[in-house]
Every structure is written in C-alpha cells, then in structure tokens.
C-alpha cells in the first residue's frame, strides 16, 4: 500500500482567476454575482495563491515527503474561449504552468495524480448548455485528448471527473453550486448521464490512441459516504440502505465497473415515482445498447472518496413527492452521539465497510481512496488534535488486525496494532494501493468559501504573501509517510 497527500488544485483554488488570459469558468462567474451564494460572498479569485506561490507548495510537499500529488486542470486555464466542438487557440501561460507542477513532482520523486475536471466548466460552454447538453460529451472528449496527448508522456494515473455524482446534484437538484438553478428530480440524472457517458469516451480515447505508448491508467472519482441502518434489525431500513447506496455510488460505478447500465433498484424506483407524478415515461434517461456497450469496463481502478457515514432510516413517498431523495425513499441523518464538525461525522469504521462492500460488489478491484479528510475546528489555532484522531482512528480501521464486525453506532472501535503485516486490507482482501488525504492547503471550499478548512498547511488567506504553517497534523502526518503506516498504539 501506498500512503500518499492530495489537494484538489480546483480551477479557484490557485487563484490568477483571470490571469495570463485566463478565461472564466463557472465558478467564477457564480462567486462574481454575490446574493450570499458563497458564504461571506467570498471569491476564489486569489484563494491559496498556488498559481504564482507554486514553489512554496513543492515545500510543503517535499516537507511531508509525498509520495504522490493530485491535482486538477482547469479546462479554462488551457482553453480561454471554447465552443462545442471548436477549441480556440491554446493558452500556452496555462500550459507552462501545468508542465512545471509535473516536472516539479517528478524531479523530486513525486508521481502525479491528475484529475481533469473538477466542477470548474468554462463558462462559454454553460452558456451553451452545459452538462444538460448532449454535446458536452464530445468537448469533454476533445478536451481529454488534449490533455493525455500534452501530458500523458510524463502524467501516468489520471482522474476524468472528481465526484460526479456531487457536481450533479449540488447543481442541478439543489442549485447551491453553479449554474445556480435547481431542477428537483429532473436535470440531475440529466447531468448524470452525459457526465457518464462523457468519462466513457475520455477512456476510450485514451485506450486507443495513447495507452499503449503511454502506458497510463483512467479512472473517475466517485463521492460515497458508508449508509447504515438506522434500525439494524429492522428490513425496511436495510433495504433503505440498499436503495442509499444505489442511488449515491452503484449509480456511477454500477455502469463503468458491472454491464453499462444503472442499478436496477435505481430503475424501477425513479420509473414508480414518475408513474405517480404523471410523467409519461421515467425521469431518469435510459442508455442505449451500444452507449452500453460502450460504457461497460471503461475504467482501470477504482478511485473513492470518503469522508463520513450516515444513519439511513425508510421513509416511504406516499405523496409521489418530486425530488431525488424522494425518489430514494429515506431519510438520512447523522447519530446524535457521533463528533462532528460542518457536515462530516467522525465515524472511521464507516469507511473500511465501504472498502469491503466496493470490493464485494466490484470484483475487488484496485482501489485508489482519492480523498478523505476532516475540517479543522478553530482556523486561529495550529493544533487541530481532533482533526488529528479522525485521521489516526481511520487509519486504525485501515490497518487493524480484526476482521470487520458490525459496531454500535456511537462507539469508535480501536484496535492497536504494530506490524503493517496486520493490515485490514489483507483480511478483508481489499486491494487498496493509495490513499490521499484532503488536502494539502486551507483552500476555498465551493460556497463553504474559507469556513471550511480542510488543510494540512494553514494559510492566512488575509496576508497578501499567503504564507503556509503546518498544523499538528501535518507533523503527524509526515510520520505516517515516513513509516507507511502507524507507529504503533497512540
């Protein structure tokens, strides 16, 4: 196994919004228009300032003795002004910037991890539709190959899209992430299924015209929280949790990893609701024969990301109420006894049953966990212990030497341990080769803004130098690459 950092360098992140040429995306037109989107109106326009304090990133990778690094491209940054179908002239400022992070990264024995989409659309393509348009799967594709062919001699493991399932609802459903218009129960699975279907052409793509030269592997990365019973013993709330994890991972993976089409459980309910609703035919878009054929298989591990677990309870639409957890028919919640910080719950053993439920239902593929992390509590303050334990407890439960059992919802079950040998991952056979934390910097959060601080390196986000200052964990952090593994007991 290799324990290894990640920071999502998202198109806001970097800040330089508009430099060098830079064109707009999404984002950026969304946090421009203020109305309390993001919280306290704030911008990503400098964020962490990585685009012109990039060497100061490298000193904080090489501090912690990173194995590998993951970031993101921005299409804007490498197309200012894109049309579907019609790229403009490239943005070579962009490009050099990009080029000097990987040589960076491979000078100082860091592989890099590349994710080319992360919710940061150009915002010309928006205007024409977006991810509602059946046409983005084609500029995504264009753009992909783009990307492999400029990168891909030195870039070996990429990322498609970061959290497609996310984007698609914090989009469309809810409104709270741009274009900013919620579409309840409708454009959502809309979205989805050209994300899908756009990932799929990116892969062949890369099958065909670059992976034997490059040698390289493609995947996506798909958001999934582990979903629990609320009532263990109760049926109706373990078939909830059925329907949970259909709707939030088996959407995605299901297609890629299985036989090109949706869970059928996603199907049958979505079918029902729109019945009820008087639709003449299912919300949720079907897949042709051949979309499926060509679907089907179009990924080459199984990259992850998780943060938290839930409580899932059955709560039957008997109204025929519009809206995707509607259509799921639970209500979700965290257990009152768990610690908790914004919207993630310290619930560590949720993520090794999450491993070994991919791995069950997945035909125990290669996994990349590609995020995980917990916010720091007091951003004033440098020692984040909490932040710490949620990160020194998941690694237990990634590493300790008993087999998984089920665990009372408010307990925290902690085996120390000693040799690597005792990895969970050898007991349960999960094939888990990386693991990233979020992230590397405080950073801003989509319209969580700079409340939300996920870093391992503090930054003073109101001194114009951005400088960067380890928190505890970050220390401990460092060990734990040095040592692959823990030490020991605390």
Not at 196 to 224: C, N, P, T
Not at 321 to 347: A, K, M
Not at 413 to 433: F, N, P, R, W, Y
Not at 463 to 478: G, I, L, N, Q
Request: glycine share 6%.
């Amino acid at each position: 196994m290799c324990l290894t950092f990640d920071i999502e360098m998202k198109c806001l992140s970097p800040g330089g919004w508009d430099a060098d040429g830079k064109g707009p995306c999404v984002w950026d037109t969304f946090t421009h228009q203020g109305g309390e989107r993001v919280f306290k109106n704030q911008t990503g326009d400098v964020a962490c300032g990585s685009y012109t304090l990039w060497e100061e990133d490298l000193k904080c990778i090489k501090q912690l003795g990173l194995t590998h690094y993951r970031f993101s491209l921005s299409w804007s940054r490498e197309f200012p002004k894109v049309m579907y179908n019609l790229f403009s002239v490239v943005l070579c400022y962009g490009i050099s910037y990009y080029n000097k992070i990987i040589d960076d990264l491979l000078a100082n024995g860091v592989t890099p991890i590349v994710t080319l989409y992360h919710f940061d659309l150009p915002q010309a393509l928006e205007d024409q539709g977006g991810w509602l348009s059946e046409a983005i799967i084609e500029s995504f594709d264009k753009y992909a190959r783009f990307c492999f062919s400029t990168f891909g001699d030195r870039v070996k493991q990429w990322i498609t899209i970061n959290e497609p399932n996310i984007f698609a609802v914090m989009a469309y459903e809810f409104g709270v992430f741009p274009p900013g218009v919620p579409h309840v129960g409708t454009k959502a699975y809309q979205a989805a299924h050209n994300l899908i279907k756009a990932h799929a052409r990116s892969w062949h793509s890369y099958d065909s015209l670059f992976r034997k030269e490059q040698k390289g592997m493609v995947s996506l990365s798909i958001f999934a929280g582990w979903a629990e019973p609320a009532e263990p013993c109760s049926v109706s709330d373990q078939e909830a949790v059925k329907r949970a994890m259909a709707f939030q991972l088996d959407f995605f993976a299901k297609p890629i990893f299985i036989d090109g089409d949706y869970p059928e459980v996603v199907k049958s309910q979505v079918a029902l609701m729109s019945k009820k609703q008087g639709y003449s035919s299912s919300r949720l878009p079907q897949f042709t024969e051949e979309e499926k054929r060509m679907i089907k298989g179009t990924a080459d591990f199984f990259a992850v990301q998780y943060y938290t677990t839930r409580l899932v309870k059955n709560q039957e639409n008997r109204k025929g109420e519009l809206g995707l957890l509607q259509d799921v028919e639970v209500e979700v919640f965290p257990d009152p006894s768990w610690i908790s910080l914004n919207w993630v719950c310290v619930v560590p053993w949720g993520i090794r049953k999450l491993l070994k439920y991919i791995k069950d239902t997945y035909n125990n593929p290669v996994i990349y966990i590609t995020e995980n992390g917990f916010p720091q509590g007091d951003p004033t303050s440098f020692d984040d212990t909490q932040r710490w334990e949620y990160f020194r407890q998941t690694f237990q439960e990634l590493f300790k030497d008993k087999p998984l059992s089920t665990q009372p919802h408010g307990a925290v079950h902690l085996i120390a341990h000693g040799e690597l040998t005792a990895l969970a991952i050898q007991l349960d056979k999960v094939s888990l080769q990386v693991y990233c934390a979020w992230s590397l910097l405080d950073n801003f959060e989509w319209n969580q803004g700079y409340n939300s601080r996920f870093g391992l390196f503090h930054v003073d986000f109101e001194d114009p130098a951005r400088p960067r200052v380890p928190y505890t964990s970050a220390k401990e952090y460092a060990k734990i690459i040095r040592n692959n593994g823990l030490e020991g007991p605390p």
